[in-house]
């Protein structure tokens, strides 16, 4: 049974940097493709970031491109986020999801079969 815990969120200032991380068990995170999703109070849970285990290709949500980083540590079986130049909309309870490798990625959460228990990232203006 494939297992995810995050760690590392915060409270940090605007224009701060915060690091996420995943780590997987049950399965190599490299067997899997890896998502960053979040939720913030009285919204959706949306697409963040994600990283396919076909070729390691990443994907981001245009609110996060050029701010954000995902990536992946096999030795480690652990997946990142990097969080650079943070807004007080970027508030929110950070989830890492996992998905059996399939033929495509996929940003839609309703496909993501493994969660994360989730981490809160407070932005402060």
């Known amino acids: 049974q494939v297992q995810l815990v995050e760690s590392g969120g915060e409270l940090v200032q605007a224009g701060g940097s915060v690091r996420l991380a995943c780590a997987a068990s049950?399965?190599?995170?490299?067997?899997?493709?890896m998502g960053w999703f979040r939720q913030a109070p009285g919204k959706e849970r949306e697409f963040v970031a994600g990283i396919w285990r076909s070729d390691g290709r990443t994907y981001y949500s245009d609110s996060v491109k050029g701010r954000f980083t995902i990536s992946r540590d096999n030795a480690k079986n652990t997946v990142y986020l990097q969080m650079n130049m943070l807004k007080p909309v970027d508030t929110a309870v950070y989830y890492c999801?996992?998905?059996?490798?399939?033929?495509?990625?996929?940003?839609?959460?309703?496909?993501?079969?493994?969660w994360g228990q989730g981490t809160q990232v407070t932005v402060s203006s």
């Open positions: 999801a996992g998905r059996d490798a399939f033929f495509f990625f996929s940003s839609r959460a309703g496909d993501y079969k493994y």
């Open positions: 049950g399965r190599t995170a490299s067997s899997l493709d």
